[in-house]
């Protein structure tokens, strides 16, 4: 597609219950990154994958949160036992190179993300 | 620890006015990259700012770059209520591949 495609792109569900949001980047674009904004803040970094090389995983707030990509395309990120703090809305970026070569991240529309 | 600072946070002004946004950030960066979110939508990518120096135009929106001041500006000449917006700042951090970003700032021009 054109632009880097996010599913679904509301997902109300109850407490305690797991998720799954999926993200379809860019054709050809290496690098992915998975954010949280809480409204009315700003980005909070969650995940980075760049091509095959081991994800950084350093912005994941609990165990409960985990992300996968295969390969250069599709990723999913899984919250289980949803709180109510994860309320928020879940953005995807890619781009076609790593941050140090200064590509712009090109976003998703997000997944909005309520927790009863 | 890379910190990126925005100011001001909340700008409300009329049409036909100049200001400018700040970002301040606290190590050394020299790539800089400004993006706007419109309400209820995702972020769309403004400037990238790769050097000392660099200063990029689109519209009534000017972007710059001081890495030795760590500060990037965004002037907004002329203001339409079409630029009503929240724009964020983020720099690279040489350590790592991660962007941090500022917390943005929320614009409100009124016609």
């Known amino acids: 597609g054109a632009g880097v495609s996010q599913s679904p792109s509301n997902k109300v569900t109850e407490k305690g219950k797991d998720v799954e949001l999926r993200c379809d980047p860019i054709?050809?674009?290496?690098?992915l990154y998975w954010y949280r904004q809480r409204l009315g803040q700003g980005l909070e970094f969650l995940i980075y994958?760049?091509?095959?090389?081991?994800?950084?995983k350093s912005g994941l707030p609990s165990d409960r949160f985990s992300a996968e990509r295969t390969g250069e395309s599709v990723s999913t990120l899984t919250i289980q036992r949803t709180q109510q703090e994860d309320s928020a809305v879940y953005l995807c970026?890619?781009?076609?190179?790593?941050?140090?070569?200064?590509?712009?991240?090109?976003f998703g529309d997000g997944t909005r993300l309520s927790i009863l | 620890e890379l910190k990126v600072e925005q100011n001001p946070l909340f700008l409300s002004m009329q049409e036909g006015k100049n200001y400018t946004i700040y970002c301040n950030y606290s190590?050394?960066?020299?790539?800089l990259y400004w993006y706007r979110q419109d309400p209820g939508k995702s972020l769309e990518s403004l400037f990238v700012?790769?050097?000392n120096g660099a200063v990029k135009q689109e519209g009534r929106l000017m972007a710059s770059l001081d890495t030795k001041a760590r500060l990037s500006t965004l002037h907004i000449t002329a203001a339409v209520h079409d630029l009503s917006a929240t724009y964020f700042c983020?720099?690279?951090?040489?350590?790592?591949?991660?962007?941090?970003w500022g917390a943005g700032t929320k614009l409100i021009i009124k016609p």
């Open positions: 970026a890619s781009s076609s190179g790593g941050q140090g070569e200064g590509q712009p991240q090109h």
């Open positions: 054709s050809g674009h290496t690098a």
């Open positions: 994958f760049q091509g095959n090389s081991a994800p950084d």
């Open positions: 190590t050394t960066s020299d790539r």
């Open positions: 700012l790769l050097s």
């Open positions: 983020a720099v690279d951090r040489w350590s790592n591949y991660q962007l941090i």
